[in-house]
């Protein structure tokens, strides 16, 4: 069965960098049961807090049979697994992070997901790395590519690729 198309962004700016990001591929190749291509690995400041630990960022494309609720479900337990502690206040330090930018044409509004990803045009961080492989890819509502989206990104955070 081929599944859904999904679109996912990992960081990481605690421990070993490199390694977490590596993990968290594997273990999402193992929980959609289908081959992960990623793109190419990028360095930034962190976006809407101030540290001293710059985030290493990617995103990666894949299928999935889960529905979109049961597998924002299982990416919190995933993240959980790879010591992601989620505190009661905003953006901070992590050991990963990882957000699900589109699940296939599917347009959601719910309280506890929003799909696509509502910061996706405004994060450089994320854009960058999702041009690598996915820069002809329509947001179903704004209407935009990825590559236009990143040419029209107003975020001034620098994204260095590794």
């Known amino acids: 069965m081929k599944g859904n198309t999904i679109y ?4 990481t700016n605690l421990g070993d960098r490199m390694g977490n990001l590596a993990v968290a591929r ?3 190749e193992k929980l959609t049961g289908s081959p992960v291509v990623d793109s190419r690995t990028y360095e930034s400041a962190p976006w809407g807090y ?3 630990n710059s985030f ?3 995103c990666i494309l894949t299928t999935t049979q889960l529905d ?3 597998l924002m479900e ?3 337990e995933l993240e959980g697994i790879l010591g992601r502690v989620r505190g009661a206040g905003g953006y901070a330090d992590r050991l990963i992070d990882i957000d699900l930018l589109f699940y296939g044409e599917l347009v959601l509004d719910h309280p506890g997901l929003k799909i696509p990803h509502p910061g996706i045009a405004q994060r450089k961080f994320v854009l960058q790395p999702l041009s690598d492989i996915a820069p002809d890819l329509v947001h179903p509502v704004n209407g ?5 989206m ?4 107003q975020d001034p955070g620098e994204v260095r690729p590794l």
Not at 8 to 11: A, E
Not at 144 to 148: I, R, S, Y
């Open 8 to 11: 996912l962004s990992l960081g």
């Open 26 to 28: 594997e273990l999402l």
């Open 50 to 52: 101030t540290s001293e």
């Open 56 to 58: 290493y960022n990617c």
């Open 68 to 70: 979109p609720f049961l």
């Open 74 to 76: 299982k990416i919190l």
């Open 144 to 148: 935009l590519t990825v590559a236009e």
């Open 150 to 153: 990143l040419a029209q990104c």
